[in-house]
């Protein structure tokens, strides 16, 4: 047994977010385990860009209320306790809805293949994604 150390809470890049998020890292896939597992925190209208796992990823959240969109428009409203899975190579999005933060742990496998990305990045999530999204979730 191992109590692994604390890690820093940082501001998450640009380049795969819009607007204030905040991740801690939980433990970053140390072979032989291929789990990475993060706490992700968005303040209102906050959202991942486009992105897709390789072994897909799972979304547990732990207060607020956030959304999940794909890329053919399904559009899930998430809350307190709620777990979300998005299978693998599906697109999504995900992140706070308007008006409300967001917390959620945030876990993935790698692939085990360093040819093979766990996560593949898109583009930004547009606003007009966003609002379509948000107004079909009716948050």
């Known amino acids: 047994m191992e109590l692994l ?3 820093a809470t940082v501001k998450a890049p640009a380049e795969r977010f819009t607007g204030d998020v905040w991740l801690t890292m939980l433990t970053e896939g140390q072979a032989p385990s291929l789990l990475t597992a993060g706490l992700v925190r968005f303040t209102p209208c906050a959202r991942t860009a486009w992105h ?3 072994v ?5 959240v732990a207060e607020g209320i956030g959304l999940v969109a794909t890329r ?7 809350r307190p306790g709620d777990t979300v899975f998005t299978p693998p190579g599906e ?4 992140g706070a809805a308007p008006d409300h933060f967001m917390a959620h742990l945030a876990m993935a496998e790698g692939t085990g293949d360093p040819a093979v990305p766990a996560v593949e990045w898109g583009e930004h999530v547009t606003e007009d994604e966003y609002r379509a ?3 079909q979730a009716a948050v």
């Open 56 to 60: 897909g990823q799972t979304l547990h």
């Open 72 to 78: 053919d428009g399904a559009v899930v409203v998430m």
């Open 133 to 135: 999204a948000a107004a």
């Open 52 to 54: 897709r796992h390789a």
């Open 91 to 94: 697109w999504h999005w995900h």
């Open 5 to 7: 150390a604390r890690k």
